[in-house]
């Protein structure tokens, strides 16, 4: 993978929490303005890979380069609304879905007009008609959107998505799959998607990152899932049911 | 009051003991305990406080206040261990509204420089402080534990520190100042604060007593308001480090 065009670059990355090694030497890129997915079973450090990259923890020891700089040359609310994060459950704050919705520009005392709100509603396929209600009234597929969409707002380079589709059905999967693909397309924004769904990084990743034990074990375009190189992984992709 | 008729009020504590023993509510040992602490604490400050009244020096005031804020930070402390530095935010705490609530009374001479009145007023004052403290972290802790998620999630939308813990933050202040103000609006309707009824027995005029405690509640306002901001406003910021990122609250070791 050339680094010329590196959206994140993880060069020698280490990280633990009380001793305990979660992150063991990371090295590699997620690509500009493309769809990376990243697959491995359950504690791999799938997710703290995400932290990391969002600024929400510090590496031991190595570099992370975003945009070809050092993380840590950014200021952490600069860098938070550069790179996206949709984290795995979809964390709302009581409200309705236009507070949560327009919190990003909130938190930077500006307002989110209705027009824009309404755009992005539409965006991720929910009806404006819903911007009044309480979030707690929303499905697990419409918190999924609008959580991306919440991110949206800050208009990020980078959207990090924690295994959004997880707990959705097959129907809502597919519109959240279709979204993601279309993000892409539409804003040119790199995208690195967790997912346990193998199906799904065949079909929507462009580069698909196998992490097992805090390692980077295989990296590549996403039919290396078809004929993986590394043992472990053969294993994973084999006890695999999607 | 004599020292036997205070013996024979000793009656109130064995109805209890006995009480406990009969009924197995294993409370003797407790009930013990504390009235012996109570007869000798109070029997000492009794002493202590006939010392500082006589002498009537600057000196021996300051001592008494300084004891008062020493015995409330160790007392406080315990409920926020998990908050780094809780010890000086606590002893800051303490001598802020100290210093506000005793700079107005005596800087308007609205209470005579004595020690007599400064003493008692700096120990409700400083108590009243640190029961709040204690609503405060209490709260606090279990609101930050609790919404750990929302907090990161501002965070990683680009929101500060401040920003990632203000509601928490609004909410304990709240409900750690709420029975301060809610008891203010039932008293003397079902029962006569302690101070103000000490007064009357001891026999004061019931309309004086009252006025003085009036003070005393307002006071009690100020500081229970002060001392929620203060610790809050003081403690929040070690949740976080430099680069912005939540750390996790340790468990506390009970």
Request: glycine residues 8%; proline residues 3%.
């Amino acid at each position: 993978m050339a680094s010329v065009n590196a959206a994140v670059q993880w060069n020698h990355v280490t990280f633990s929490v009380n001793g305990k090694t979660i992150l063991q030497d990371i090295n590699g890129t997620f690509l500009e303005g493309k769809i990376t997915t990243l697959v491995g079973p359950s504690g791999a450090g799938k997710s703290t890979l995400f932290k990391l990259c969002n600024g929400l923890a510090s590496a031991d020891s190595g570099d992370i380069l975003v945009a070809g700089k050092e993380i840590d040359s950014y200021a952490p609310v600069e860098l938070r609304r550069m790179v996206g994060f949709a984290m795995q459950d979809a964390t709302m704050v009581d409200g309705t879905v236009y507070e949560n919705l327009a919190m990003p520009l909130t938190l930077q005392g500006k307002e989110l007009t209705e027009d824009k709100a309404n755009e992005l509603l539409k965006l991720v396929g929910l009806p404006a008609t819903i911007s009044d209600q309480s979030t707690k009234d929303l499905s697990g597929g419409q918190r999924q959107k609008l959580s991306i969409a919440r991110t949206l707002v800050n208009r990020p380079s980078i959207l990090l998505l924690d295994e959004i589709t997880s707990s959705l059905d097959r129907v809502s999967q597919q519109d959240v799959e279709a979204l993601i693909v279309r993000i892409n397309k539409q804003y040119g924004t790199t995208i690195v998607w967790i997912t346990h769904n193998l199906q799904q990084a065949r079909t929507i990743g462009d580069y698909t990152w196998v992490m097992i034990n805090g390692q980077l074990v295989e990296a590549g375009e996403s039919f290396l899932l078809d004929q993986p190189e590394n043992d472990e992984v053969r294993l994973f992709v084999k006890g695999d049911n999607s | 009051m004599s020292y036997l008729s205070l013996a024979i009020t000793l009656i109130f504590v064995i109805i209890p003991l006995v009480l406990s023993r009969t009924l197995n509510l294993g409370l003797e040992k407790d009930t013990l305990i504390a009235t012996v602490r109570s007869i000798i604490q109070l029997l000492a400050v009794g002493y202590v406080l006939q010392l500082v009244f006589e002498s009537e020096h600057l000196f021996y005031i300051l001592l008494m206040i300084i004891l008062m804020i020493a015995a409330a930070t160790q007392n406080a402390r315990k409920k926020g261990v998990q908050i780094k530095g809780i010890t000086w935010k606590l002893v800051l705490t303490f001598i802020t509204v100290e210093v506000l609530t005793q700079g107005i009374l005596l800087g308007l001479s609205i209470t005579p420089t004595t020690a007599q009145y400064i003493i008692p007023i700096s120990g409700m004052v400083i108590g009243n402080s640190m029961v709040l403290s204690i609503l405060f972290l209490n709260r606090f802790i279990s609101e930050v534990e609790t919404k750990s998620k929302e907090t990161e999630l501002i965070l990683s939308l680009g929101g500060t520190p401040k920003q990632a813990v203000h509601k928490q933050l609004i909410t304990s202040i709240q409900a750690s100042t709420i029975p301060t103000i809610e008891s203010q609006k039932t008293i003397g309707l079902v029962q006569l604060p302690g101070m103000m009824s000490g007064q009357i027995i001891a026999g004061a005029d019931p309309l004086q007593a009252v006025l003085f405690q009036l003070l005393i509640l307002f006071l009690l306002l100020t500081t229970a308001v002060v001392t929620s901001i203060m610790l809050g406003y003081l403690s929040y910021p070690t949740l976080f480090n430099e680069r912005m990122q939540f750390l996790k609250l340790e468990k506390s070791k009970k």
